[in-house]
């Protein structure tokens, strides 16, 4: 058995885009060469600024999009074409967690209906059996049996995601994309709700995919790391490492806004220029307009994703490849 739950290769996506209603049509590239994988019950964290790539690249691991191009294995075996039935009992193994539960659940339905609909939809025991298993799956989120006859309008926001998460648990799901989960609720409550998805995660041996805009939770939630900028991966890394060196530019300049525990707060690096956007890709390296170490080279040359060192990997010419040491160390 690989130690991998999910492999992706080389994923990449357009949209067809009009800028305008005679304007013709363009293709905007929002994935652009993703290759990564997440190890079985282990979370990798996504980072980037809005726009890099990093809901799409969740939505092209879950199949829910089909990829313009590059290939994608569960468990080992290659995911099958959407709307398949092969598909349809794959994506009871994986599920998706977003941002906003009102959304995600239905307002005609109580709480028990909608966490049972999984087991309904995969035939999973008698109704006996079903209503065990609402109350097990409520009670494992913290939410109480009479949370399971309320509607989702009646619940707090927390309360709703932690109804969604009971959902999402019902097919025993070995592979959650979390994008964003917590930072529609209040910050009093996403503390609690992080910490929940961490203690089902190690009580249910998931795997996660984590996108979110909150570092400091990304760095205590991620084993490893994944920095994207405009639709590819930039740096990858254990969590541990990254946050304590990052070596390419442009991850040194996300994680110096964050206070390290234990060491002085470095100098905060604020990124210049307009953020990433697919529509005016920059030639050569798209971080160049804003790096502060740009050579001609960069203007030209688009890096590849290299290893640096047995468990990282970084796409920036100024990086040095097979060294322990970083060349930019020094110079920040
Ligand atoms: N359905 C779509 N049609 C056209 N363009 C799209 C579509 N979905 C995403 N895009 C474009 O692809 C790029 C990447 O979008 P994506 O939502 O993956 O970014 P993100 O990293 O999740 O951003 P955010 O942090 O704001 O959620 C963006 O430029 C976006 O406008
Ligand atoms: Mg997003």
Same mark, same amino acid.
């Given at each position: ?17 009009? &800028? ?12 652009? /060469? ?6 079985? $019950? ?27 191009? /590059? ?12 709307? #398949? ?5 794959? %994506? ?23 966490? %049972? ?12 059996? =079903?209503?065990? =298993? ?23 926001? /927390?309360? &709703? ?10 097919? %025993? ?10 930072? $529609? ?38 084993? +490893? ?25 442009? #991850? ?10 234990? #060491? ?25 307009? +804003?790096? %502060?170490?740009? #050579? ?37």
């Amino acid at each position: 058995m690989s130690a991998d739950i999910i492999t992706a290769q080389g994923l990449v996506k357009d949209y067809a885009s009009r &800028r305008g209603m005679f304007a013709p049509p363009t293709t905007v590239r929002a994935v652009d /060469g993703v290759s990564l994988s997440v190890e079985r $019950a282990s979370t990798l964290g996504i980072v980037g600024e809005s726009g890099s790539g990093k809901s799409t690249t969740g939505r092209l691991l879950l199949g829910i999009e089909p990829s313009s191009k /590059g290939s994608i294995s569960f468990d080992g075996r290659p995911i099958p074409a959407a709307g #398949t039935s092969e598909w349809r009992r794959l %994506r009871a193994r994986m599920q998706l967690i977003y941002q906003d539960p009102l959304a995600a659940l239905d307002r005609r339905l109580t709480i028990a209906d909608q966490v %049972r609909e999984p087991l309904d939809v995969h035939n999973i025991g008698d109704a006996a059996e =079903r209503r065990e =298993r609402v109350h097990e799956l409520l009670a494992a989120v913290g939410l109480r049996p009479d949370h399971g006859r309320s509607y989702p309008h009646e619940l707090s926001g /927390g309360q &709703r995601q932690r109804a969604v998460l009971a959902r999402a648990l019902a097919s %025993r799901p070995e592979f959650l994309v979390c994008d964003e989960p917590v930072s $529609a609720l209040d910050v009093s409550i996403q503390a609690q709700v992080v910490n929940l998805l961490t203690d089902l995660q190690e009580r249910f041996s998931i795997a996660m995919l984590f996108i979110s805009h909150d570092l400091k939770v990304v760095r205590n939630i991620s084993d +490893r790391v994944a920095v994207m900028y405009l639709g590819r991966i930039v740096e990858e890394g254990s969590s541990e490492d990254i946050f304590r060196e990052p070596l390419h530019p442009y #991850t040194q300049a996300l994680v110096s806004s964050v206070p390290q525990p234990g #060491t002085p707060l470095k100098e905060r690096i604020i990124l210049q220029g307009e953020p990433p956007n697919p529509a005016n890709r920059p030639s050569g390296c798209a971080f160049h307009p +804003r790096c %502060r170490f740009a #050579t001609a080279r960069c203007r030209s040359e688009t890096p590849a994703l290299k290893q640096t060192t047995d468990d990282r990997s970084v796409a920036c010419h100024l990086v040095a490849v097979s060294t322990a040491q970083p060349s930019l160390e020094g110079v920040v």
